[in-house]
């Protein structure tokens, strides 16, 4: 079965760092390019990232960059978002999703449950 | 920046067809995808590249694009279709959705 599984929410004070992780399985990870897509609660869908196949090509959202860093291990089967400075705006679910065909801006055919993020003091 | 605009919300008697707009400037050049999502679960992606249904999504789901607009359309529409639509496209080196559409099957 193919499963992109999410983990690393909470609920952490502004101004502090969270490292969210998807963990994927039933595939070869390393085939697709993958995203972060956020949803502040009683919201609609935010892109967040992208990530190449390699890791090395990486685009953001303005509303994140400089503060969001994606990565992945494709040893490890496994995707990052590294947060840092967090604010009470970035409270939301974190999915990751892959791109179902590489280098075609294709849909996001795969998305995992999401994790929680809650940013408050 | 792109932008993709939605109708907050839209209403369907059941066994009818519902159809779902997606305005954005010259979109019809672009790559539209579509995405269902229910409360309380991850979206899942109902049309890609326009008109493409993935497998599992049944035939009364299809879309178009052309022009300012894209459409989802909903062939006899049942109960089980209410939820959040959401457009999609690539723009340069971003994703951009739009803000969601409210399905109501009366």
């Known amino acids: 079965e193919v499963l992109l599984v999410e983990s690393g929410g909470g609920l952490v004070q502004p101004g502090g760092s969270l490292r969210l992780s998807c963990a994927a399985s039933g595939f070869t990870f390393n085939d697709y390019e993958m995203n972060w897509v956020r949803q502040a609660p009683g919201k609609g869908l935010e892109w967040v990232s992208y990530i190449s196949r390699s890791g090395t090509t990486l685009f953001y959202a303005d509303s994140v960059k400089g503060r969001f860093t994606t990565s992945r291990d494709n040893a490890k089967n496994s995707l990052f978002l590294q947060i840092n400075r967090l604010r009470v705006e970035d409270t939301a679910v974190y999915y990751c999703a892959r791109e179902r065909n590489s280098g075609s801006t294709d849909a996001f055919d795969i998305w995992g449950q999401g994790t929680m993020l809650i940013v408050s003091s | ?106």
């Not at chain 2, 067809?17 to 979206?43: D, F, L, S």
């Not at chain 2, 879309?63 to 959040?84: F, K, P, V």
């Open chain 2, 1 to 106: 920046s792109y932008e993709l605009t939605q109708p907050l919300s839209v209403s369907v008697a059941l066994g009818q067809t519902a159809t779902i707009a997606c305005e954005g400037n010259n979109i019809g050049i672009k790559n539209v995808h579509w995405y269902q999502q229910k409360p309380g679960q991850a979206p899942v992606v109902v049309m890609y590249k326009d008109n493409r249904r993935p497998s599992g999504i049944p035939e009364r789901f299809s879309g178009s694009n052309s022009g300012n607009t894209a459409t989802l359309t909903i062939a006899r529409a049942q109960a089980g279709d209410e939820a959040d639509y959401y457009c999609q496209v690539w723009d340069a080196s971003s994703v951009v959705f739009g803000g969601g559409a409210k399905l109501i099957v009366l």
